[in-house]
């Protein structure tokens, strides 16, 4: 049987990149996959997908967004058992040239975002006897790494609030686990240069960068029942470096 089968996901950020990834393969592992995203791409994906997905145009950083989310989920699906906090911003600067705006923009989507989609999903969840919650760090997250102060720092936040979700959400069944990732080739590494990124490459001992599949493989393990017994877990999907 498919490691999804019969389950509902929500995954933020779903319409690109490692989010599309995830949707994509918790499909075809059995899944009903609601792609929340501010982009009005997810809804082609969702079409792609077909009578499996549901696009919802979401800010996760708006507290009434994400509980239009799980009413339409509620309303398409009747359940939800897996979260995946999937959308991030990354815009890469110093402490020094950090401004206060830039930094409050990085807390909206990579913090807050994780923390009210957390509270979105426990009473559906509860309702359906349990769930997985799979929140997207970063390995910047894991270790000081340099130019990126907003963004690291949201990500050490997030593997905090995991752990603390972890133990608080145990005796209802919530299981809550951080997925680390590396050097992924997405979008989203835009953000630097491409000498930057081809320098990153080189120091990753597997020699390159991972396909977003790769990192959707590591979460859909964590949100299937295979991971019964993790909760609190950081798995890093980095090729065997932290940069």
């Given amino acids: 049987m498919a490691r999804l089968e019969g389950k ?13 990834a995830e949707a994509r393969l918790f499909v075809a592992e059995g899944a009903r996959v609601v792609i929340a995203d501010i982009q009005e791409a997810g809804a082609q994906l969702a079409a792609d997908l077909g009578d499996a997905a549901l696009f919802v145009k979401h800010d996760v950083a708006d507290q009434d967004s994400w509980e239009r989310v799980v009413s339409q989920v509620l309303g398409r699906f009747g359940r939800v058992d897996i979260l995946v906090n999937n959308a991030a911003m990354f815009k890469p600067k110093p402490l020094i ?12 989507v990579n913090h807050l ?30 270790r000081a ?7 690291a720092s949201t990500n ?14 145990a005796s209802l069944g919530i299981r809550v686990n951080t997925v680390c990732p590396g050097l992924i080739d997405t979008p989203m590494l835009a ?29 859909a393990f964590l949100a299937s029942d295979g991971a019964s017994y993790m909760t609190g877990a950081e798995l ?8």
């Avoid at 509902?8 to 599309?20: C, N």
């Avoid at 050490?156 to 959400?169: C, D, F, I, Q, S």
């Fill in 191 to 219: 953000g630097n240069s491409p000498e930057t990124n081809a320098f990153f490459a080189k120091m990753v001992p597997l020699g390159r960068m991972a396909r977003p599949e790769e990192v959707a493989e590591a979460v």
């Fill in 97 to 108: 040239e950090t401004e206060p705006s830039e930094l409050d923009a990085h807390y909206r």
């Fill in 145 to 151: 790494i340099p130019g990126q102060f907003a963004y």
């Fill in 113 to 142: 975002g994780v923390f009210l989609g957390m509270r979105a999903v426990i009473e559906p969840m509860k309702s359906a006897g349990g769930g997985s919650i799979v929140n997207i760090a970063s390995v910047s997250g894991l």
């Fill in 156 to 169: 050490w936040a997030v593997r905090g609030m995991t752990g603390n979700a972890a133990v608080e959400l």
């Fill in 8 to 20: 509902v996901a929500i995954i933020t950020g779903a319409a690109s990149g490692q989010g599309a």
């Fill in 236 to 243: 890093a999907v980095d090729g065997g470096g932290r940069l």
